[in-house]
């Protein structure tokens, strides 16, 4: 596997993640919307029995927008805040609904919040204020908004797997680059002259720490010699593959060039290019 397949591929997934995590899909907040206003209906069915109330009507739940819903009833009644806090709590719990929430008891008449509280995962965090305070028999809009949604908990084996199979993947082109070395597989493999490590496809040559830079032509005639090491290459030869393209060449243009990469050797006893006259040239390594 490539690592521009192995790259491409966990980012695609990664974005998914993170698509899937932060925007649920219309069905996951229509399924919602329904759970919701039922855990509603069910509150306000046990309000009513707890006010002794079992005829009067639940009046339809309105969903204001995706995190809030009003409650309200046909007649007035009476609300005792500790009864409010756990009809509320169970009927939540039964539906599975996020643990966190706000409950605001408005009066039809004017408007005003009549009682309120915040209701989180952790009991000591809750805010549940003047629990023994009953609310006198009135009109009640009865408000939750829910201030945590968890749409993704459904989904959350999926996306952990999804997300570990991606990190998996970026772990493991990681260690491929860095098995590669940084090289892809069209890359030329480096070659050992003497105590020069010679990297063709970066044109240069490296010896510790220095490198030592060649020009196209010097790379392209040191190719040739590591291919014909201690074998004498013909001058034909080497005008002909480093300089059939170019339509014009210069007769001194070769020994320039040989010139060049013998001063490159220089430091390096045993390497060196030989001139058999006549003939051509000859890398001679000692090892």
Not at 261 to 277: Q, Y
Request: proline share 4%.
């Amino acid at each position: 596997m490539s690592l521009k397949y192995i790259y491409s591929f966990s980012g695609i997934t990664l974005l998914l993640v993170f698509v899937t995590l932060f925007s649920p899909s219309d069905e996951t907040k229509q399924d919602f919307s329904e759970v919701a206003k039922i855990a509603m209906r069910d509150v306000g069915h046990h309000l009513l029995l707890a006010h002794s109330d079992s005829t009067s009507l639940v009046l339809p739940v309105i969903e204001t927008d995706s995190k809030t819903y009003e409650l309200s009833f046909q007649n007035a009644l009476a609300i005792h805040p500790d009864s409010l806090v756990t009809i509320i709590e169970t009927a939540f719990l039964k539906s599975d609904l996020p643990k966190y929430y706000r409950v605001e008891v408005i009066q039809c008449s004017n408007g005003e919040v009549a009682y309120s509280y915040e209701k989180k995962d952790d009991i000591n965090n809750s805010i549940i204020p003047c629990g023994g305070r009953m609310l006198p028999e009135d009109c009640y809009t009865i408000k939750i908004k829910f201030t945590k949604l968890n749409d993704a908990s459904a989904n959350s084996p999926l996306i952990f797997a999804s997300l570990a199979g991606a990190l998996v993947l970026l772990f493991i082109g990681f260690k491929t680059k860095k098995r590669s070395e940084g090289l892809t597989p069209n890359d030329k493999p480096s070659a050992s002259i003497g105590s020069f490590q010679f990297y063709p496809d970066q044109n240069k040559l490296v010896k510790a720490a220095s490198e030592i830079q060649l020009s196209k032509k010097e790379c392209e005639l040191l190719e040739i010699f590591i291919e014909n090491i201690n074998v004498v290459v013909k001058r034909d030869e080497l005008v002909k593959r480093v300089w059939e393209d170019q339509g014009v060449f210069v007769g001194r243009s070769l020994d320039t060039y040989i010139s060049k990469l013998r001063k490159k050797f220089k430091d390096d006893p045993t390497v060196k290019i030989t001139n058999i006259h006549g003939v051509g040239y000859k890398l001679e390594v000692n090892s």
